[in-house]
């Protein structure tokens, strides 16, 4: 049977399982909001942890927090930074809008870890929380969680993935094919030229993420409940964010208006944004992948992307395209989050934004699912797809837009007819255009060549 004792909050008793390491405040959530079973992740948990980690030293520093108390915190958030109690932070991402029973389950968790190893009575909100509020832990936890996953999962995983295009490129730097707009032959194009277009797409990404990262970097911390600091020593936020550039590797610096750092998500959402529109990105690839590998009869059959796994339960022998096919789920799925955020962000009343947890949640699942798609699409995908140069050549030399060079030579109409034709008898434009025009097969052959249209 499952046990309990009875801890005290400001409102009273509260019967907590015997064995959580949390307290009071943390029941009264968990009974509060049985909403989901969706919990922040753990980079946001590690995040807030941090920000307890370098408050304390900045605390400590300023002889506000004794000796003995500082350095039983360091203990308790080094234990939960090397994956220790995971379990212990179990409130629902709906709750609270300023993510308040998020901040104080840190607060008692490590309260509690610093009380047993050290035997002193540490507090959650007069020691863990000393010169902080929810109202700027949680903004803070939300921008430094959001930098650090940029920095070590979706930046390297898309330099990753632009480094594979451009590869790829490499291998068909010879290759001419059909371009395609509207889904319709188009003027040709190489096939390198096709696939460093897709590694431009990444490398614009990278950028304007390197630069959103940088707007990430600037802190609520400081503010504590409005924006005024009140409770906090002075010159708290910059001496917080030396200690959270040196913990993090990161140079963070305190945001220029603690009080719009509090009262909005304006950078969350444009961070949101960027991540949407690589999302937008990976989906055009992906769908470029799809309609190429198509077939392998019926379809474009240009390129043939690895086969990972049967692609029915019915049709013995058919494989399907499934990691682009996923990637453009997850692409989907980054596309709603930011949905989510963008309402979530409009939700700033007056000093505090109060959809906070929300943000947080979707900010960083965006993040993962970018980092993971990006890494799964190079290397799964592009990486080790080959090519049917029969089929692009046979349908280059097929393809009636290729007639467009001749414009400048017999004009426009005149072209449009020899197209016309060499599409009706599904003959080569080069046969068609000997036999419609005065010129002759060699100087047609020299103005209809495709490696001198690319």
């Known amino acids: 049977m499952t046990t309990f004792r009875l801890e005290r909050d400001s409102m009273g008793e509260v019967k907590v399982p015997g064995t959580a390491k949390y307290g009071a405040q943390t029941q009264r959530a968990l009974d ?81 870890l610093a009380s047993e190893s050290s035997g002193l009575a540490v507090s959650p909100n007069d020691h863990i929380n000393m010169s902080q509020s929810s109202n700027d832990v949680i903004p803070s936890a939300i921008h430094l969680s959001a930098a650090l996953a940029l920095h070590n999962q979706l930046l390297p995983a898309l330099e990753h993935l632009e480094a594979t295009l451009k590869h790829k490129a490499g291998e068909f730097g010879g290759v001419i094919k059909t371009g395609r707009t509207h889904l319709m032959d188009a003027m040709p194009i190489k096939l390198s030229q096709e696939i460093l277009a897709w590694a431009a797409q990444c490398h614009k990404a990278r950028k304007r993420l390197l630069d959103t990262q940088k707007q990430l970097c600037h802190l609520a911390q400081g503010g504590t409940a409005v ?13 917080f964010c030396a200690a959270i550039s040196i913990d993090t590797g990161l140079s963070f610096k305190p ?39 198509s077939g392998p009869l019926a379809g474009l059959g240009e390129i043939r992307l690895p086969a990972l796994q049967p692609g029915s339960s019915i049709m013995p022998g058919k494989v399907n395209p499934v990691i682009p096919e996923a990637v453009a789920m997850a692409a989907a799925q980054v596309i709603g989050n930011d949905a989510c955020i963008t309402v979530a962000g409009q939700s700033g009343n007056f000093q505090l934004n109060v959809m906070l947890p929300v943000i947080a949640y979707n900010l960083l699942q965006s993040i993962d699912l970018l980092s993971n798609a990006c890494l799964a699409l190079a290397d799964k995908a592009i990486a080790d797809f080959t090519i049917d140069e029969a089929v692009m050549a046979d349908s280059l030399a097929r393809n009636p837009i290729l007639v467009t060079a001749l414009n400048p030579v017999i004009g426009y109409l005149a072209a449009a007819e020899i197209a016309k034709k060499a599409y009706a008898e599904q003959r080569p434009v080069l046969d068609v255009a000997v036999e419609m025009t005065d010129l002759s097969r060699e100087e047609l052959a020299m103005l209809l060549d495709p490696e001198k249209l690319v």
């Open 255 to 293: 945001n220029d208006s603690l009080f719009e750092a509090l009262s909005s998500q304006d950078t969350a959402v444009a961070a949101s944004g960027q991540l949407k529109a690589l999302a937008v990105a990976l989906m055009k690839i992906s769908n470029d992948l799809r309609w190429m590998n």
């Open 32 to 112: 509060n909001f049985a909403i989901s079973d969706l919990t922040l992740p753990k980079q946001f948990i590690h995040a807030v942890v941090r920000i307890k980690r370098c408050a304390a030293m900045v605390n400590h520093e300023e002889e506000l927090l004794a000796e003995d108390v500082f350095q039983a915190i360091i203990t308790a958030t080094d234990q939960v930074l090397a994956g220790e109690f995971a379990d212990q932070f179990p409130v629902d991402v709906f709750q609270t809008g300023s993510g308040t029973s998020t901040n104080m389950n840190v607060n008692e968790v490590l309260a509690n």
């Open 227 to 239: 924006g005024t600091g009140v409770n906090s020593p002075d010159l708290f936020a910059e001496k």
